[in-house]
């Protein structure tokens, strides 16, 4: 279902609630979708966009939505981060097929060692897969400080600019549902390309040094 519908099917049906109950909602919702993965289901940008439209008809305050949505991301994703500091190895090892990624854990720690900053920053940005990404950077020991020095900012531009175009485009749904779904999917492309590509070249890397000591030898 296109973000669109799903945003025509909460204004219509949840409308009073998230008239009478916005900030609690946007706080929860956001807050729960990349600590447990709730925005594999509903995005928390969706949550936001909503909250932007009921800023926009006078329902809610747009500087509290703002505000309610960076602390709610912020605090989830830090609930994200230590789950995966605290259970990420042993829910590697145990589920079924998941334990077949384990071997790729120090490949894991190696890149959030070295480019984990940008891969949370634009992790934000990204549909699905991101948000597992502080997840992943809690399990692959990522420092907190430094995950927060790059995670804080990328939240406060998210959730600036996705209540912003909840607010101006309220009444053009379809609108909202093209810039935000696109634009997610894009990111989800670039960080996936930043994946790959430090796959490549540090095994390409390998091969250079094995190469290098097989003939030097």
Request: net charge positive.
């Amino acid at each position: 279902m296109m973000l669109g519908a799903i945003l025509q099917n909460l204004v219509k049906w949840v409308g009073p609630v998230f008239a009478a109950a916005g900030y609690p909602i946007i706080g929860g919702a956001v807050g729960l979708e990349r600590s447990v993965f709730i925005g594999l289901i509903v995005p928390g940008y969706v949550i936001l966009a909503l909250g932007g439209i009921y800023a926009a008809r006078g329902d809610l305050s747009l500087p509290w939505v703002i505000v309610i949505g960076i602390l709610a991301a912020v605090t989830g994703e830090s609930l994200g981060f230590w789950l995966g500091r605290r259970y990420g190895r042993s829910l590697v090892r145990r589920l079924p097929l998941v334990n077949r990624l384990e071997p790729r854990l120090e490949a894991a720690e190696d890149h959030f060692r070295k480019h984990g900053g940008k891969t949370v920053a634009i992790g934000r940005y990204a549909t699905a897969a991101g948000a597992f990404v502080p997840f992943v950077a809690g399990l692959s020991k990522m420092p907190y400080r430094r995950f927060l020095a790059f995670d804080v900012p990328a939240i406060v531009v998210w959730a600036v600019a996705i209540v912003l175009v909840g607010y101006y485009l309220e009444g053009q749904l379809d609108l909202i549902d093209r810039i935000l779904s696109r634009f997610g999917w894009i990111m989800l492309g670039l960080l996936a390309a930043i994946v790959a590509g430090r796959i490549v070249y540090g095994r390409w890397k390998k091969r250079r040094e094995s190469e290098r000591a097989t003939s030097g030898s």
